[in-house]
């Protein structure tokens, strides 16, 4: 099977940022999707879906949307697309008495009571994955890399693979699960990954082994279209980009914007790696499927490998080298302001950080951690 890569201008992005919707009063999931998103369209003149403009649009769950950037030159004016369609969302949701909850998992409502959007690929996903499949209220956010050369698709995909557990601790933000502490910083990365397509890549040497994985899925129907792949990094051929989709949906807009520029600068140090005439190294599979383990456990306080040498450090320390690292990318790329979030993150800490405190400040009430993730996602 042959999948021609169409190639972008490289370190162009996209973000895709998935947002619940709940009561305003008690924090609690409301199924008002569809509702809210034809009161919104009813509003806002319609962009088209060329992949130039910003779209609002639903997902699995009808207490989701879908703020989905167009091809954007930085995460400035990726982000500048997103705080648009929020305003034009909240125009709508704040007479109604609902607000917008941006995290990875809900703390108390029940999965089994959330309803799907009837659309017949969805029903699919439940039909096949049955009790998983109905787990999944789960909101993250993806973010799409361009990439100009189908020779960099597989090295960016090592390279954000490499850097699993960075992303994920910067993002966690999902501690509660219907009612539970789970001792998890993220357990949306727990959860997603039971899906049959989704979790981590397969190891791909070349860009045929990545042809023939699709094509062997595809002929024995464990899906029906490429796009039906959810891995947590994945190449994009339609659009020519490599997509990173296993971090949390944050909170607030500094949040995503941090991460989304940790994501795009990790992507052009590999472009340039291969450029240069050098091999991003591939870590070993195992490896990377430890170090998400501990990122969604502890964190930002997980101690991770760092490479094949088996070297051990705090996550951390290691983003801080990182940032450093990755300087003189942010300043070609116009993030040098979003990418020191970073920093920021590690110091005031993630969204499970702020969850756990509001609940331990209210003497164990999860109805707090839901509306702290309004509050703050009102600041921004």
């Not at 609902?98 to 089994?112: D, L």
């Not at 979790?199 to 899906?223: H, K, M, N, R």
Request: hydrophobic letters at 40%; a negative charge.
């Amino acid at each position: 099977m042959n999948i021609e890569f169409s190639s972008s201008p490289q370190s162009t992005l996209g973000i895709e940022w998935e947002v619940a919707l709940v009561d305003a009063q008690t924090g609690a999931l409301v199924p008002r999707a569809e509702e809210i998103l034809a009161a919104v369209h009813s509003q806002v003149p319609q962009r088209a879906e060329d992949g130039d403009h910003p779209i609002l649009t639903g997902e699995f769950l009808n207490n989701t949307v879908e703020m989905v950037t167009g091809v954007c030159r930085s995460v400035g004016e990726a982000v500048g697309q997103l705080e648009q369609m929020l305003g034009e969302i909240r125009q709508v949701t704040d007479p109604q008495g609902i607000e917008i909850y941006p995290a990875g998992t809900h703390p108390f409502s029940r999965w089994q009571d959330q309803s799907v959007v009837e659309k017949d690929r969805y029903f699919t996903v439940l039909d096949r994955a049955q009790y998983w499949g109905r787990q999944m209220v789960i909101f993250g956010m993806h973010v799409h890399v361009g990439v100009d050369s189908q020779d960099k698709a597989l090295p960016v995909q090592d390279h954000l693979l490499a850097h699993y557990a960075h992303l994920l601790a910067l993002s966690a933000n999902s501690p509660y699960w219907n009612g539970f502490d789970t001792g998890y910083a993220s357990h949306r990365a727990q959860l997603f990954q039971q899906l049959p397509t989704a979790g981590i890549p397969y190891s791909f040497q070349t860009w045929s082994d990545f042809e023939l994985c699709v094509s062997d899925l595809l002929a024995t129907g464990v899906i029906d279209d490429i796009s039906e792949s959810r891995l947590d990094v994945r190449p994009v051929p339609k659009y020519g980009t490599v997509e990173m989709r296993f971090c949390d949906s944050p909170t607030s807009v500094r949040d995503l914007s941090a991460i989304a520029a940790l994501t795009q600068c990790l992507a052009e140090e590999a472009s340039r790696i291969v450029d240069s005439g050098r091999k991003v190294e591939q870590m070993r599979p195992w490896l990377i499927r430890e170090n998400k383990w501990r990122a969604a456990r502890y964190g930002l306080e997980a101690i991770i490998i760092r490479d094949n040498a088996l070297e051990e450090l705090l996550v951390t320390d290691d983003l801080a080298d990182m940032l450093e690292r990755l300087q003189p990318i942010a300043v070609d790329l116009g993030c040098v302001e979003e990418l020191a979030g970073v920093a920021r993150i590690i110091t005031e800490g993630t969204g499970s950080t702020h969850q756990r405190a509001a609940v331990a400040a209210h003497d164990g009430d999860l109805r707090s951690a839901a509306l702290d993730v309004v509050q703050r996602a009102r600041r921004g």
